[in-house]
T-cell receptor, first 114, second 111 residues
Framework: EPEVTQTPSHQVTQMGQEVILRCVPI?????FYWYRQILGQKVEFLVS????????KSEIFDDQFSVERPDGSNFTLKIRSTKLEDSAMYFC????????????FGNGTRLTVT | DAKTTQPPSMDCAEGRAANLPCNHS???????VYWYRQIHSQGPQYIIH???NNETNEMASLIITEDRKSSTLILPHATLRDTAVYYC????????????FGKGTMLLVSP
């Protein structure tokens, strides 16, 4: 069964550094998403992406964050200058695009900012 | 904020049916009911979704009340591997619409 894959599984970085989290969505999907989950807290929506532009973003998704689909298969989340509070699990998801097409999630990247 | 209410935790004996309730009294006509689960900080896993009819797949059954104000996810024969946090989410019927996760129900399946 096709799945969403994320790399790396764990990323450690120093405060102030830039990180890029990578995702390969399911191949025929049209909508792409990033979520995050701080340890012990709820899964939070960050951003959705369709047709090479952001469809919706949350208050968390400030100027430090950006997303890109650099080619036909990858979908990336960049954090320009990481803060301690960016430490979290980051989940990528994709959906087929029809109204009731479910989101399918990857297993996440654990980002640790020291 | 999440538009659903779920009990924070439930227990179930292995091999028995697990019935997880969810209230969504303010659901709109164009909103589907989705169920996901999350096993120990893995990515949320899609289980099932429905609009107003009952649904069944290889993982579970979804029973939606006639007024659509509540639903029940049924795992017919729970196993230890079904121990997870289960999320009931209402989602608008639009291609780009997102999921808003609440705290879910922690289901513990015991031997």
């Amino acid at each position: 069964e096709p799945e969403v894959t994320q790399t790396p599984s764990h990323q450690v970085t120093q405060m102030g550094q830039e990180v890029i989290l990578r995702c390969v969505p399911i191949s025929n999907h049209l909508y792409f998403y990033w979520y995050r989950q701080i340890l012990g807290q709820k899964v939070e929506f960050l951003v959705s992406f369709y047709n090479n532009e952001i469809s919706e973003k949350s208050e968390i998704f400030d100027d430090q964050f950006s997303v890109e689909r650099p080619d036909g298969s990858n979908f990336t989340l960049k954090i320009r200058s990481t803060k301690l509070e960016d430490s979290a699990m980051y989940f990528c998801a994709s959906s087929g695009g029809q109204g009731n097409s479910p989101l399918h999630f990857g297993n996440g990247t654990r980002l640790t900012v020291t | 904020d999440a538009k659903t209410t779920q009990p924070p935790s439930m227990d179930c004996a292995e091999g028995r049916a697990a019935n997880l309730p969810c209230n969504h009294s303010t659901i709109s006509g164009n909103e589907y009911v989705y169920w996901y689960r999350q096993i120990h900080s893995q990515g949320p896993q899609y289980i099932i979704h429905g609009l107003k009819n009952n649904e069944t797949n290889e993982m579970a059954s979804l029973i939606i009340t006639e007024d659509r104000k509540s639903s029940t996810l049924i795992l017919p024969h729970a196993t230890l591997r079904d121990t997870a946090v289960y999320y009931c989410i209402v989602r608008v019927d639009l291609g780009y619409s997102t999921l808003t996760f609440g705290k879910g129900t922690m289901l513990l399946v015991s031997p």
